[in-house]
Each structure stands twice: as structure tokens, then as C-alpha cells.
């Protein structure tokens, strides 16, 4: 059984349009990240989100945390095709990672 | 800086083989980290590295896997009588700080082929 569920599984979507991408867990998060991956490469750290509530912003991206600590999602404005890659999850101190939602981005 | 470092990129054995995957940390890094990552999937922890401590080698999913760190700095993950469902992708991490998982700077992987 997954620790961390991702959804949706596949994203496609024209550039210039919003998505969000989801992470839900049974155990609450002591804390969470999102890393992007592309293909060929490692995942590289997005952001790391500690506690209930919070919003972080990076550019286009925005990252809730639930007030539980158990979901968490990620918000792209106005997707660009730059934007194209699998995105995960992490509970940071059980290193279990969700399985991604690999989103593509249109031109 | 140079970032984490992985050799060989590809690798490619046949079944029972033994292969060896190297890992370079980003220099004063001293936690390290072995995942892999199956077609289509998330990453699977292996083992951590923190320091002088004991390894967390709860993640080796068999007896034929098991990984050491020499020196605080390289690491290398070994895999002995290699079996196909083993083909996947390799990838090493490190991170600066004393708290698990944390900023994880990723390598781009070894690619594992098993015929």
C-alpha cells in the first residue's frame, strides 16, 4: 500500500492553462516535499512544506499544505511547456515517495 | 559547484551477474541516499547514510543488495546474482544537513538493464 497518493496519474494540458496536481496520505506529515523530475534526470526539490495551512509561492507555482498535514496540493498558472515533467511527493523523514503525476504541457 | 555524481549512466548485465553503482556526494554532504525508480513509478527508498551512524538499510528489498560508504564520501550499491526484476533506475542522493530527508540533491541516475 502506497503511503502517499498522487493524482491525477497523467496531465495534459495546453500551454497557457492552470492545473493543480494532488497528494493525499492516511499518516499525517511531520513535513512534505515536491520535487519535478525530467526525463533522463533526478528529481530536483521544489519546495518543502512544514506546517497545517501554509501556502508557498514559487512564480507560477503555488503549494498548500491541509491543515491536517495529511494532503497537500500544487497549483501551476498559465502552464508552459517548461512546466512538462513527472511531479512527486515526499514525506520527508519516512523518504516514501507517491508515484507522480506526470504532466505535459502542449505548445 | 559540481552537483551528485553516478557511474556508470547505463549499465547493462546479464542475469546472476554481480554490478556495482557508484555514487559521488556533493562534497561536505553527509547524508546519502540509494532510491530506485521502476518505468512509471515513484521512488523506492533503498538505504541512508548519515554520518558515522549506522545505515537505515530497511529499504533493501533482498540479501542480494547492500551498499557502503567509504570515507563519509563515495558510496557504492552493489547487487549480487542480479535478477531481472531488478532492471530500473538507480539514483543517489545527498543533503547538507542532520535531518533526515531533508533538500536532497539528486543525481541523474544508473539506468540498470538486466537480461
Known amino acids: 500500500t502506497q503511503l502517499l497518493e498522487q493524482s491525477p496519474q497523467f496531465l495534459s494540458i495546453q500551454e497557457g492553462e492552470n492545473l493543480t496536481v494532488y497528494c493525499n496520505s492516511s499518516s499525517v506529515f511531520s513535513s512534505l516535499q515536491w520535487y519535478r523530475q525530467e526525463p533522463g534526470e533526478g528529481p530536483v526539490l521544489l519546495v518543502t512544506?512544514?506546517?497545517?495551512?501554509e501556502v508557498k509561492k514559487l512564480k507560477r507555482l503555488t503549494f498548500q499544505f491541509g491543515d491536517a498535514r495529511k494532503d497537500s496540493s500544487l497549483h501551476i498558472t498559465a502552464a508552459q511547456p517548461g512546466d512538462t515533467g513527472l511531479y512527486l511527493c515526499?514525506?520527508?523523514?519516512?523518504?516514501?515517495f507517491g508515484a507522480g503525476t506526470t504532466v505535459t504541457v502542449r505548445a | 559547484g559540481a552537483g551528485v555524481s553516478q557511474s556508470p549512466s547505463n549499465k547493462v548485465t546479464e542475469k546472476g551477474k554481480d554490478v556495482e553503482l557508484r555514487c559521488d556526494p556533493i562534497?561536505?554532504?553527509?547524508?546519502l541516499y540509494w532510491y530506485r525508480q521502476s518505468l512509471g513509478q515513484g521512488l523506492e527508498f533503498l538505504i541512508y547514510f548519515q554520518g558515522n551512524s549506522a545505515p537505515d538499510k530497511s529499504g533493501l528489498p533482498s540479501d542480494r543488495f547492500s551498499a557502503e560508504r567509504t570515507g563519509g564520501s563515495v558510496s557504492t550499491l552493489t547487487i549480487q546474482r542480479t535478477q531481472q526484476e531488478d532492471s530500473a533506475v538507480y539514483l543517489c542522493?545527498?543533503?547538507?544537513?542532520?535531518?533526515?530527508?531533508?533538500?536532497?540533491?539528486f543525481g541523474p541516475g544508473t539506468r540498470l538493464l538486466v537480461l
Open positions: 542522493a545527498s543533503s547538507p544537513g542532520q535531518a533526515r530527508g531533508e533538500t536532497q540533491y
Open positions: 512544506v512544514v506546517t497545517g495551512g
Open positions: 515526499e514525506h520527508d523523514y519516512k523518504l516514501s
Open positions: 562534497s561536505g554532504h553527509t547524508a
